[in-house]
């Protein structure tokens, strides 16, 4: 069955980094679009960074110039680097998946979710 597991969450001060990485199995990863998608305390989720089958990247407008996403389709693992984080990033970083994708995708159209990990951003 398909499984995405996040790890690498934490809580770090106003402009530090953290890689978020999720593994995932039970799939055809390198055919899939693989997604980050965070929900902060009281606000909607948000795609904060997204890449398609080809490689390619879109960033949410927050975050651009600061996160960068990359996946390793040898070891089917998708990365979040995160960099100048501020406290508006607190938030729970959800990994998410779709299968034979290519383009951006909105939250509800990723098919897969792993069971999140919690970036706390204190100033």
């Known amino acids: 069955q398909v499984q995405l597991v996040e790890s690498g969450g934490g809580s770090v001060q106003a402009g530090g980094s953290l890689r978020l990485s999720c593994t995932a199995s039970?799939?055809?990863?390198?055919?899939?679009?693989m997604g980050w998608v965070r929900q902060g305390p009281g606000k909607e989720r948000e795609v904060v960074a997204g890449?398609?089958?080809?490689?390619?990247?879109t960033y949410a407008d927050s975050v651009k110039g600061r996160f960068t996403i990359s996946r390793d389709n040898a070891k089917n693992i998708l990365y979040l680097q995160m960099n100048s984080l501020k406290p508006e990033d607190t938030a729970m970083y959800y990994c998410?998946?779709?299968?034979?994708?290519?383009?951006?995708?909105?939250?509800?159209?990723?098919?897969?979710w792993g069971q999140g990990t919690q970036v706390t951003v204190s100033s």
């Open positions: 039970g799939y055809i990863y390198s055919s899939a679009c």
């Open positions: 998410a998946t779709r299968f034979y994708c290519i383009g951006s995708l909105r939250p509800d159209q990723y098919s897969y």
């Open positions: 890449i398609d089958s080809r490689g390619s990247t």
